[in-house]
Nanobody
Framework: QVQLVESGGGLVQAGGSLRLSCAAS????????MAWFRQAPGKEREFVAA????????YYTDSVKGRFTISRDVAKNTVYLQMTLLKPEDTGVYYC?????????????????????WGQGTQVTVSS
């Protein structure tokens, strides 16, 4: 069983930066596919970014490309989401997700049902 705990959310002005962390316990994440999703009020949860089990491949939704960076630290059993040039439309609850299965492409990584493990979420609010 994997437990995921997100942190690093907060209130920031447009154009600012935040770094989210997703710390895992229970098992090492070294062979897990990892992702970040977000959910704005009244909207469905949506894919933001993902990273392959070996850290080689990364995937981003179009709206965050060039602004967000996903990374993983195997030694710390943690996945990060560095967010820069934040916009009000980035506001939402950000969730970390993990799955021990291999993903072959973007469509797989972007599918909520692929992931077995989820964190409780961390709130990100970007003011204009």
């Amino acid at each position: 069983q994997v437990q995921l705990v997100e942190s690093g959310g907060g209130l920031v002005q447009a154009g600012g930066s935040l770094r989210l962390s997703c710390a895992a316990s229970g098992r090492t994440l070294s062979h897990y596919s990892m992702a970040w999703f977000r959910q704005a009020p009244g909207k469905e949860r949506e894919f933001v970014a993902a990273i392959s089990w070996n850290g080689i491949d990364t995937y981003y939704t179009d709206s965050v490309k060039g602004r967000f960076t996903i990374s993983r630290d195997v030694a710390k059993n943690t996945v990060y989401l560095q967010m820069t040039l934040l916009k009000p439309e980035d506001t939402g609850v950000y969730y970390c997700a993990a799955d021990e299965n291999y993903c072959a492409d973007y469509e797989c990584y972007a599918t909520l049902d692929f992931y077995d493990y989820w964190g409780q979420g961390t709130q990100v609010t970007v003011s204009s």
